[in-house]
């Protein structure tokens, strides 16, 4: 059984009903039955096959976001604070979970504006290459964007060959808001409060240049990869920077 934080009991324990679903980002779902013993609530039915299914060991720790209705977006992270690659071994389980797919797939082109919705509501713009994203990705970039709890303007960059080496493009929603008056240095600092200094330039559309492809080599930023920049500063422009889906570290 995995007790589940006296606080969140204290604001939400009389919306959960007797089975909690778990989602991963891979999409696959798990029902867990919840035990009650006055204030106090655990997972207990199910909640060994979903250990046992992700191999989640000792010292790793386990990442619940609330989606209501008795729900939870749930990310893994190892002893090493990097993401698990997500399974689905049960058989029964991967035939549910592969029929959802399908639907999802059916309803992709609804999804993409549910997709932009949410990412809006938590105050984060994307460039056009979401459009490249599976369901699955789609999903896994709104739990991990959950993570950071942004306080400021964001947006989102889908790392292309040409991004990593030389430039990042800015969506023009974000850019026309919030850039439109600067022009030549900025600075971007990374999750370890490193400072980089580049360039945003404007030639028919806005980007991050100059100095960008040093802060890509340090990161071993990939094609794929996928960045996060919140707007911490608006005078002398300051950006932190966090890789998401990063290839070698889910999240850093």
Request: glycine share 6%.
């Amino acid at each position: 059984m995995q007790r589940i934080p006296e606080d969140f009991v204290k604001k939400f324990g009389d919306e959960l009903c007797d089975v909690a679903t778990l989602r991963v980002p891979n999409g696959c779902v798990w029902k867990v039955g919840l035990t009650r013993e006055g204030r106090k609530i655990w997972f207990n039915d199910g909640w060994h096959d979903f250990v046992k299914n992700h191999s989640i060991l000792k010292d790793y720790f386990l990442v619940f976001e609330y989606a209501k209705n008795s729900t939870f977006d749930v990310l893994i992270f190892d002893k090493s604070a990097c993401e698990i690659e997500y399974t689905c071994a049960e058989l029964e389980n991967e035939k549910q979970n592969d029929g959802k797919k399908s639907k999802l797939r059916e309803v992709a082109y609804e999804d993409e504006y549910k997709f932009l919705a949410v990412l809006e509501e938590m105050g984060i713009c994307i460039s056009g290459a979401y459009k490249f994203l599976s369901v699955e990705e789609r999903q896994r970039i709104i739990c991990a964007s959950r993570l950071f709890r942004l306080e400021n303007p964001s947006f989102l960059c889908i790392m292309g060959s040409t991004t990593v080496l030389n430039y990042v493009y800015v969506p023009p929603k974000f850019a026309n808001k919030y850039l439109n008056k600067v022009n030549g240095s900025i600075k971007i600092k990374d999750a370890d409060g490193r400072v980089w200094p580049v360039n945003l330039a404007w030639s028919g559309w806005c980007g991050i240049r100059k100095g960008w492809p040093a802060f890509s080599k340090d990161k071993d930023l990939k094609a794929g990869d996928i960045c996060l920049f919140e707007l911490i500063r608006t005078e002398g422009v300051l950006f932190k920077v966090s890789v998401l889906c990063h290839k070698h570290a889910s999240l850093e």
